[in-house]
């Protein structure tokens, strides 16, 4: 009897696990949409219309070392014409009106280093279609930049809000932390050196994005959805099996300006009138993997 009831457990086990392991096996995966974002100061220059843009006449720039990025808005479209918001939308952060007017909340932003994944949406929430286009809202940034005080060279870590409202409850800038508590426009940022932290604003509508659809779909002044084109159409289709892995490279040429009123090519910050006039990010390349 107790050769009997050992057989038949040990058939139970078997069957058990023979089931358990044909149900993982026949499982099947559900391939992503996976972004990253990532930065390249070697790629060109461009100005709000697109085209390939040089630093202005008695202003200077230099190459911001990024640590942290973030964006609050992602969408691919069909074609020239496709208006903003009028496409794919795939991402959309939150948004609040704490401080009074829309605006970004900032404390529930995605904020991740550069080449890191920034979004994974399932290919099957995805529209069926081909797209040329990708709009990216760029809405934080923070980086080191290099700047002049007595004829002395420093280093600081820099925080640039360059979405079109953002409410800021709090920030870490490099080593402290700001209590902000309020809506901030476009342009505005805080630097942090060994004697503190200080803040600033850009001058209004100062601040590049790059769009090379200006003639046939506009955005609005103030924002900084910036736009690229694939180079080869991006077909969703419904029946993906692999995951499609898309790097977005943001243009850092040159991307941090300001007025150089010695022309010596330097920020001298203890020089009255340098002041910053523009963060915003010199184009947007999709690269499909």
């Known amino acids: 009897m107790k050769k009997i009831l050992l057989t038949i457990l040990t058939s139970t086990l078997f069957f058990a696990c023979s089931s358990d392991e044909s149900s993982?096996?026949?499982s099947v995966y559900e391939p992503k949409l996976i972004i990253k974002?990532?930065?390249?100061?070697?790629?060109?220059?461009?100005?709000?219309?697109?085209?390939p843009e040089e630093i202005p006449e008695n202003h200077a720039a230099q190459n911001p070392n990024f640590n942290k990025i973030s964006a609050h808005y992602l969408e691919f479209s069909s074609d020239k014409f496709t208006a903003l918001g009028s496409g794919e939308i795939l991402f959309h952060a939150p948004e609040t009106t704490q401080g009074g007017e829309n605006?970004?909340?900032?404390?529930?932003?995605?904020?991740?280093?550069?080449?890191?994944?920034?979004?994974?949406?399932?290919?099957k929430s995805i529209s069926e279609g081909n797209y040329n286009w990708?709009?990216?809202?760029?809405?934080?940034?923070?980086?080191?930049?290099?700047?002049?005080?007595?004829?002395?060279?420093?280093?600081?870590?820099?925080?640039?809000?360059?979405?079109?409202?953002?409410?800021?409850?709090?920030?870490?800038?490099?080593?402290?932390?700001?209590?902000?508590?309020?809506?901030?426009?476009?342009?505005?940022?805080?630097?942090e050196t060994i004697n503190g932290v200080q803040?600033?604003?850009?001058?209004?509508?100062?601040?590049?994005?790059p769009n090379p659809l200006f003639e046939t779909s506009p955005i609005p002044q103030g924002s900084c959805v910036v736009t690229g084109n694939f180079g080869n159409t991006l077909e969703i289709n419904g029946n993906e099996t692999e995951d499609i892995i898309i790097e977005l490279f943001l243009?850092?040429?040159?991307?941090?300006?300001?007025?150089?009123?010695?022309?010596?090519?330097?920020?001298?910050?203890?020089?009255?009138?340098?002041?910053?006039?523009?963060m915003g990010l010199r184009g947007l390349i999709p690269i499909v993997k």
Not at 110 to 117: D, L
Not at 138 to 148: P, R, T
Not at 167 to 191: C, D, H, P
Not at 199 to 209: D, L, S
């Open 24 to 26: 993982e096996n026949t």
């Open 37 to 51: 974002l990532k930065v390249d100061s070697e790629q060109i220059r461009l100005g709000n219309t697109g085209e």
């Open 103 to 123: 605006a970004i909340d900032f404390n529930k932003s995605n904020v991740i280093s550069p080449n890191e994944t920034f979004l994974e949406i399932p290919l």
């Open 134 to 191: 990708v709009r990216l809202s760029v809405s934080y940034q923070n980086y080191d930049i290099n700047f002049q005080y007595n004829n002395q060279q420093y280093q600081a870590t820099l925080a640039s809000f360059v979405g079109y409202n953002t409410f800021i409850e709090s920030f870490l800038v490099k080593n402290e932390t700001l209590e902000i508590n309020e809506n901030k426009k476009q342009g505005f940022f805080a630097f």
């Open 199 to 209: 803040t600033g604003q850009a001058p209004e509508n100062a601040t590049t994005v």
């Open 251 to 278: 243009s850092t040429n040159k991307s941090f300006e300001w007025i150089d009123i010695n022309n010596n090519g330097q920020w001298d910050v203890d020089i009255e009138g340098e002041k910053v006039v523009n």
